[in-house]
């Protein structure tokens, strides 16, 4: 269990995660903290740099050259490991299972050794203070990397998961999340679960735009990051990255539900 305390913390922080291999919109985010006066040390990526879209390589590279705290995600865990898929857990011959086939052998292809070296050594926990408030961060969930939590899931799930997280780092009054795609918070005995959903897709809803999280004071806001996606459409369409993905970039959608439980489904 490797843990990154970054101690305390000023100033606002942006926290976002699932890049997911788009460099366009992992390059607007970047633009936005400068103008926003962020720096890179109180930006959080909560992991999943790597996945469905077209510039692993340059996406794991901007993100080390910006220097923000980076937690490791199911993706990175994969890679790091050469491991055969991305971890998530799906049944073989699923929808998500043959798209995987796609996304991940082009990012185990393209990203050198040298990164999947670097990915090797990533936290698997983020700790720090801000603002009077002690915040944990874990990728999926606390007891499994690629724990799908979203905001539907019983209140009992996160009881659990809080429990082992205070068992490894201590108590906490927030917990930072990605991993499933979709942004949420939900309270749980005093404890604020947040997931800060993903810059690099959409989250299913129809809007092609994505969703990360600032923290001002004590407050926490929901943001929707607009960048370039048609570039991004065609850096997908000319990697041969046609499987799906690329038209959620511009439609909303995701090409499968097999992840999602049943009552958030659209059909
Ligand atoms: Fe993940």
């Not at 009077?132 to 019983?154: C, M």
């Not at 906490?172 to 005995?189: C, K, L, T």
Request: glycine letters at 10%; charged letters at 20%; proline letters at 4%.
């Amino acid at each position: 269990m490797r843990i990154n305390d970054l101690g305390e913390l000023s100033g606002d922080l942006l926290l976002f995660g699932g890049v997911y291999s788009n460099l366009h919109s992992l390059d607007a985010l970047i633009e936005y903290a400068g103008q926003a006066g962020i720096p890179p040390e109180n930006a959080i990526c909560t992991g999943d740099i790597v996945a469905y879209c077209a510039d692993a390589a340059g996406s794991v590279e901007r993100i080390r050259n910006w220097g923000c705290p980076v937690l490791m995600g199911n993706c990175e865990a994969q890679l790091a490991a050469d491991a055969p898929d991305c971890g998530c857990g799906y049944d073989e011959g699923s929808q998500c299972s043959l798209l995987s086939r796609g996304w991940y052998s082009h990012a185990r292809r393209t990203v050198s050794a040298e990164a999947k070296e670097w990915m090797r050594r990533l936290p698997d926990r983020i700790i720090f203070f801000h603002n009077g408030l002690r915040y944990a961060v874990v990728h999926g969930g606390a007891s499994d990397i690629s724990k799908f939590i979203w905001p539907t899931t019983p209140k009992v799930v996160f009881k659990n998961e809080i429990s082992v997280l205070e068992a490894e780092v201590g108590a906490m009054d927030r917990v930072i999340s990605g991993h499933s795609g979709i942004a949420f918070q939900v309270n749980v005995n005093g404890v604020t679960w947040i997931n800060v959903g993903a810059i690099g897709m959409p989250d299913n809803s129809g809007r092609p735009e994505t969703s990360y999280v600032e923290i001002s004071g004590k407050n926490i806001k929901n943001k929707v990051l607009t960048y370039d996606i048609n570039a991004q459409f065609e850096a997908m369409r000319r990697a041969g990255l046609t499987q799906g993905y690329h038209e959620t970039l511009t439609s909303g959608y995701w090409p499968s539900e097999d992840t999602l439980p049943p009552d958030m489904r659209r059909s």
